[in-house]
C-alpha cells in the first residue's frame, strides 16, 4: 500500500502538501488563529466516520466521558452543547441520513421492534411539542440533540452489537475514559479533604457540571463492570484482581461524591436484581407494591411528622448525609426539590397537553415559584438547572403525552431485558443482560430525582444500554451455547 502511495504520489507533492502546512499555520499562530491545526484532526474523524462507522461511533463513545460544555470555553451563548461529542454525533447523523438515502439502512427487525417504535413516539412527540413551544430555537436544539443521541447510541449501536463483544467493548471505552475522569475528580476534591461534602460538587468539573450527574454515571456503570467481572476466568488470577481494583475504585467514587440520588437508586436496583434472581412472579411484586402504598397514604400523616422532625442535613459525615436523604424541612438541597417538582407540576396544569415546549423549563419556572416554597438556592432566572425529575420535567415541556412517551420507552425497554434473561440460551447474555438492566434500572430511579437525559454523559448509557438488550432480544437470545461452552 505505501509503495502504491508513492507510486501515484510523488515524494515532492506530498513534502509540498507538508510544508504548505506547516508555513500556514505559523502564519495564523502569529495572527492569533489557533484553529488550523485541528483541520487534519477533523479530516481525520470524517475519513473514519465515512470508512468505519463502528469504530466512529465508539471514538465518540470514549470522548463523551472527558467533553467539557462549550459554555466553560465560550461565555454568554444561549445555546450549549458537549465538545468534541456533540458535532461529532451532528456529523454522524448526516452520515446515517445520507447512507439512508442510498439504501443503507438498518435491520427491519431493530425498526420494527417494540422499543423502537415506542422511540419514535417520543421524537414524533417532541416535535410536536417543539412546534407550539414558547422558546422555538430552545426546543428544536434539544430535539435535534435527542435525535442524534438516539441515532448514534442507539439505532447505530444496535448494529454494532450484532457482535457480542462489541458491547463489551462499548462499555470499556466508555469506562476507561471514566476511569480517568475518577482519578481527576479524587485528586481534585482531596485537596480540600475527601470528608468535604461541599467541594464534591464541583470536584468533577469541567467534564461534568455537577456531582449528581456524575453520581449518575457510577449507578450505571457498576453494576456493568459486576457482570464483566463474572466473563473473567478463574484462572485469571491477575485480570480479576485488577477488575475487583477497579470496581473497588467506582465504589470509594460513588461514596465521596455525596450523591443521595445515587446511594438510593443503586440500593433500589439492587431489590430489582433480588426479584429478577429469585424469579418473584410478577403478580406478587403487583400486589407487594400495592399493599405498600396502601400502607403509605395509611399513615402518611404520621410519617410526614417524623420527617418534619428530621434537621440533619447534608455533610462530609456519611452517616448525616444518609439521614438527611429524609429532610424535607431544613435541607436547602432537598427543600429546593421540591420548589422545582412543583413549579414543574403548576407549569404542566397551564399547559397540559402540549406544555411550554423541549428545553424549557429553566428559563419558564421562574414564575411559578411560590415565596413560601423557595430556597436559599432558589433563583428566577434559569441559572440553576432543571425540573430535578425525568419524569415531571417531560410534563412541564411537553405535557402528559410526552411523560407518556418515556414511559413508554422504559417500559417496553424493560418488558425486553427481563425477556431476554429469562429466555436467553446463552449464560453470557443472562449475565449480561441482568447486569444492563440493573444498571438502567439505577438510572430509571435516580430519574425520579435528578434528569440529566439532554446531555451526552448520561445518554450514551441510557441510549447505549437500552440498544443492549434491543440487541440481544434480536440477534443473541436465541442462539446456543457454544460447544467449547458448553463442554
Known amino acids: ?94 452520515l446515517y441520513v445520507i447512507k439512508y438515502f442510498i439504501g443503507d439502512r438498518i435491520d427491519l427487525k431493530v425498526l420494527r421492534h417494540p422499543v423502537t417504535l415506542a422511540i419514535y413516539f417520543h421524537l414524533a412527540w417532541l416535535f410536536i411539542a417543539s412546534l407550539t413551544s414558547t422558546d422555538l430555537l430552545v426546543s428544536f436544539k434539544m430535539l435535534a440533540s435527542r435525535l442524534w443521541f438516539i441515532v448514534g447510541f442507539y439505532l447505530l449501536a444496535t448494529q454494532l452489537f450484532k457482535q457480542e463483544k462489541r458491547m463489551h467493548t462499548y462499555v470499556w471505552m466508555f469506562a476507561i475514559a471514566f476511569t480517568g475522569v475518577i482519578i ?33 454515571s457510577l449507578g450505571f456503570l457498576l453494576p456493568v463492570l459486576v457482570g464483566l467481572f463474572l466473563f473473567i476466568k478463574r484462572e485469571d488470577i491477575n485480570t480479576r484482581f485488577l477488575m475487583v481494583l477497579l470496581i473497588l475504585l467506582f465504589v470509594f467514587a460513588t461514596i465521596v461524591s455525596y450523591t443521595r440520588a445515587t446511594w438510593v437508586s443503586i440500593l433500589a436496583s439492587l431489590g430489582f436484581w433480588a426479584i429478577l434472581k429469585l424469579k418473584i412472579r410478577f403478580e406478587i411484586v403487583l400486589v407487594g407494591t400495592a399493599i405498600l402504598v396502601g400502607l403509605f397514604f395509611s399513615v402518611r400523616t404520621e410519617l410526614m411528622v417524623q420527617l418534619e422532625q428530621n434537621r440533619v442535613e447534608s455533610s462530609g459525615e456519611i452517616t448525616e448525609h444518609v439521614q438527611s436523604i429524609s429532610n424535607i424541612t431544613t435541607d436547602q438541597s432537598n427543600l429546593e426539590r421540591l420548589n422545582r417538582w412543583s413549579c414543574a407540576l403548576r407549569m404542566w396544569k397551564e399547559k397540559p397537553l402540549f406544555g411550554f415546549g423541549p428545553g424549557t423549563y429553566q428559563f419558564e419556572y421562574g414564575r411559578f415559584q411560590r415565596s413560601y416554597e423557595k430556597t436559599r438556592i432558589s433563583t428566577d432566572f434559569g441559572t440553576m438547572g432543571n425540573a430535578h425529575s ?23 425497554t424493560l418488558y425486553t431485558g427481563i425477556r431476554v434473561y429469562f429466555t436467553s440460551k446463552k449464560r453470557s447474555i443472562r449475565i449480561f443482560s441482568m447486569a444492563v438492566l440493573v444498571g438502567l434500572v439505577s438510572y430509571y430511579l435516580h430519574g425520579l430525582l435528578n434528569n440529566f437525559l439532554d446531555t451526552d454523559k448520561i445518554s450514551v448509557l441510557f441510549w447505549g444500554f437500552t440498544a443492549m438488550l434491543v440487541a440481544m432480544d434480536i440477534y443473541h437470545r436465541d442462539l446456543p451455547e457454544e460447544e467449547e461452552a458448553a463442554a
Do not use: C
Open 1 to 94: 500500500m505505501i509503495n502504491g502511495i508513492q507510486f501515484r504520489y510523488p515524494k515532492s507533492l506530498l513534502w509540498g502538501i507538508l510544508i504548505s502546512f506547516v508555513a500556514l499555520n505559523s502564519i495564523m499562530l502569529a495572527l492569533e488563529v489557533f484553529y488550523v491545526p485541528l483541520v487534519p484532526v477533523i479530516l481525520l474523524f470524517l475519513a473514519l466516520a465515512i470508512v468505519a462507522v463502528d469504530k466512529f461511533l465508539l471514538v465518540i463513545v470514549f470522548f463523551v466521558p472527558v467533553s467539557v460544555p462549550l459554555s466553560r470555553l465560550v461565555e454568554g451563548l444561549s445555546i450549549d452543547m458537549y465538545l468534541p461529542t456533540e458535532p461529532l454525533l451532528a456529523g454522524l447523523l448526516l
Open 390 to 412: 425525568e419524569y415531571l420535567g417531560p410534563l412541564a415541556e411537553t405535557g402528559v403525552f410526552g411523560l407518556l412517551s418515556i414511559l413508554l420507552v422504559i417500559g417496553s
Open 184 to 216: 481527576y475528580t479524587l485528586i481534585n476534591h482531596a485537596q480540600y479533604g475527601l470528608d468535604n461534602q461541599v467541594m464534591a460538587h464541583s470536584a468533577a468539573s469541567p467534564f461534568y457540571k455537577d456531582h449528581t450527574s456524575y453520581g449518575a
